[in-house]
């Protein structure tokens, strides 16, 4: 009867999923720079490109915590560095 189906009258439940992890992303790690209501009503460009900007710095951040941590522990040869148990803890 209706050919047209549902998505044409809203939004399909997979899009309204990524719509609404997307807004609690930019909310949550936002660090409460945004709430709800502005990021939903943002142009959909503008909280697509908050949203990339968002997930590279994170991403970027993690790499370089992850090469800090890392460059402390292994040696050259590939060896991981045992931590050095020998000195006393001060009483």
């Not at 939903?40 to 990339?52: E, G, S, V």
Request: with cysteine; aromatic share 18%.
């Amino acid at each position: 009867m209706f050919l047209l189906g549902l998505h044409f009258f809203g939004l399909t439940q997979e899009y309204r999923a990524k719509l609404f992890k997307e807004i609690h992303e930019i909310v949550f790690h936002g660090k409460g720079g945004y709430c709800f209501d502005t990021v939903y009503n943002f142009p959909i460009w503008l909280r697509k490109f908050t949203f990339r900007t968002m997930l590279d710095w994170y991403t970027k951040e993690n790499k370089e915590k992850q090469a800090q941590s890392g460059q402390q522990s292994i040696l050259q040869d590939g060896k991981i560095k045992a931590p050095d148990y020998s000195t006393k803890a001060s009483r």
